[in-house]
């Protein structure tokens, strides 16, 4: 059975930061992709980070560099997502996903193609 379950979001004021956790199972992790998405009330999903199959290349959606950092620890068949001065602007569900190409090295917004979702985790920032 495919899994992939986050961890990690919860309420926190502006400014402060949050780890989200993606543990996957059921599937092969350590060859492809792997992304973070976000998508609040009213909005559409949109991509946040993605980080290549071994972990070299990150890719950040504009309105995080610099904030948020995705990692991986293929031994753990785990993705983090370490997101420091939080604004409210921030509050969402955080989906991960894992890309649908194996050996993916440039897993940018533009060409991240999900095949597996997480159910998500809610981050609120409050100001």
């Known amino acids: 059975q495919v899994q992939l379950v986050e961890s990690g979001g919860g309420l926190v004021q502006a400014g402060g930061s949050l780890r989200l956790s993606c543990a996957a199972s059921g599937l092969t992790f350590s060859i492809y992709a792997m992304g973070w998405f976000r998508q609040a009330p009213g909005k559409e999903r949109e991509f946040v980070a993605g980080i290549s199959w071994g972990g070299s290349k990150t890719y950040y959606a504009e309105s995080v560099k610099g904030r948020f950092t995705i990692s991986r620890h293929n031994a753990k068949n785990t993705v983090y997502l370490q997101m420091n001065s939080l604004k409210p602007e921030d509050t969402a569900v955080y989906y991960c996903?894992?890309?649908?190409?194996?050996?993916?090295?440039?897993?940018?917004?533009?060409?991240?193609?999900?095949?597996?979702w997480g159910r998500g985790t809610q981050v609120t920032v409050s100001s």
């Open positions: 996903a894992r890309d649908r190409s194996r050996y993916n090295i440039s897993p940018s917004a533009a060409s991240f193609e999900s095949d597996y």
